[in-house]
Structures are given as C-alpha cells and as structure tokens.
T-cell receptor, first 114, second 114 residues
C-alpha cells in the first residue's frame, strides 16, 4: 500500500527563523511525484512545491525548499525566514505516474510566532 | 481567471438523506477531482472526472457518485448518508488528467450529518 506519514502533528517557529517539516512515504513504484500543500485557516489548499522522483536535484521555490532522499523515502520541507502568513496546515502528498489517486499525509499544523 | 468555487459552503443533513455538492472548475481546466477531508486528517481521493467520464476512483462505496457537465463543472452525490460522512469535501481542477500538473483547490463544503 502507498502511504504518507507526517510524524509531527504540530510545530511552531519564531518569525524569521527556519523550520523543517518531515514526511516519509512508502511505495514500490519508481516513478512518482511528491508535493507539499498548504492549507491556511481559510481552508483553500494551495501547492507549495513539487518534486519529480526522477530528478536528483531538490526543488526550491523562493523560501521553500525540499530535502528529497529517495532511498530513505523521505521528503522534508524547509521554510526559511518564516513569516506570519506561513501559519497553516501543511500536507505532504504522493502520486505515482499515470495514476490520479493522490495520497495525503495527516498534516502538520505550523504556527509562526511573532 | 476565475478560481475553483464550491457550493454550498456548509450543509447539515440527517442520516439516510441524500446530498449534492457542486464544484465549478477553474477556467481552462477540464478535469475535476473530489476529496473527502475528515476532521484532523488529510484529504482522501474519492474520484476524478475528465470530459464527463469517471477517470479513477478511490476506496469509496458506490453511494458516492458524481457527474461532470459539458462546461466541466461537477457534482458529488452521496446517498444514504452516514455519520462518518461528516467531513470537508474538496474539489480540485486541473488542465488534464495527470494530476501531477498543478491542481487548484476550492474552499470546500463542510457537510455535517446528524
């Protein structure tokens, strides 16, 4: 079974500091995609960053970057220079190539403190 | 460019009733996916519609059904409601069936079953 595990239900960070959210996944597939989604208190989910499993280079989007360790099946999200607007639920998600069943983890609630 | 919209925002039903939730996809998107997000959990994939046909289904019983219309808007129908159906229902649209392309989520419909 393909599963996604986020072991940190809640985290907090001071404004301007760096925080890392953890995610591990389980699959026997070789071609897949990994995602981090942000769900602010207003509920609308937005894509933060995406990583293709065939790419060795870690994805980066401005203050957001990932540490993708394929052998360890680990996909952590690093948020640099945290801002108050980063406060949200963060979901790690996984999908295999050619399959539209996206699997989500249970989420990590991140609070950025002023 | 109009984003994904969902209606209604909130809904209260009783066990055994039927419910219809609606989703308007983002302009230019022909694919709609539906997710169920129980409280404190990540979204679970229900099914996807592409060009008015079901194009993949998660582990949900047949009483969860859907439609997609020529304008690519979509409905989720749930018959014989159960207490465990209480959740936030999210729809997401994308440009094609390959959901590794960015999915844009709506704000969700909060369904409460009493």
């Amino acid at each position: 079974a393909q599963t996604v595990t986020q072991s940190q239900p809640e985290m907090s960070v001071q404004e301007a500091e760096t925080v890392t959210l953890s995610c591990t996944y389980d699959t026997s597939e070789n071609n897949y995609y990994l995602f981090w989604y942000k769900q602010p208190p207003s509920r609308q989910m937005i894509l933060v960053i995406r990583q293709e499993a065939y790419k060795q280079q870690n994805a980066t989007e401005n203050r957001f970057s990932v540490n993708f360790q394929k052998a360890a099946k680990s996909f952590s999200l690093k948020i640099s220079d945290s801002q108050l607007g980063d406060t949200a639920m963060y979901f790690c998600a996984f999908m295999t190539l050619g399959n539209n069943d996206m699997r989500f983890g249970a989420g990590t609630r991140l609070t950025v403190k002023p | 460019e109009t984003g994904v919209t969902q209606s209604p925002t909130h809904l209260i039903k009783t066990r055994g009733q039927q419910v219809t939730l609606r989703c308007s996809s983002q302009s230019g998107h022909n694919t709609v996916s539906w997710y169920q997000q129980a409280l404190g959990q990540g979204p679970q994939f229900i099914f996807q519609y592409y060009r008015e046909e079901e194009n993949g289904r998660g582990n949900f019983p047949p009483r969860f059904s859907g439609l997609q219309f020529p304008n690519y808007s979509s409905e989720l129908n749930v018959n014989a409601l159960e207490l465990d159906d209480s959740a936030l229902y999210l729809c997401a649209s994308s440009r094609n069936t390959n959901s590794y392309n960015e999915q844009f989520f709506g704000p969700g419909t909060r369904l409460t079953v009493l």
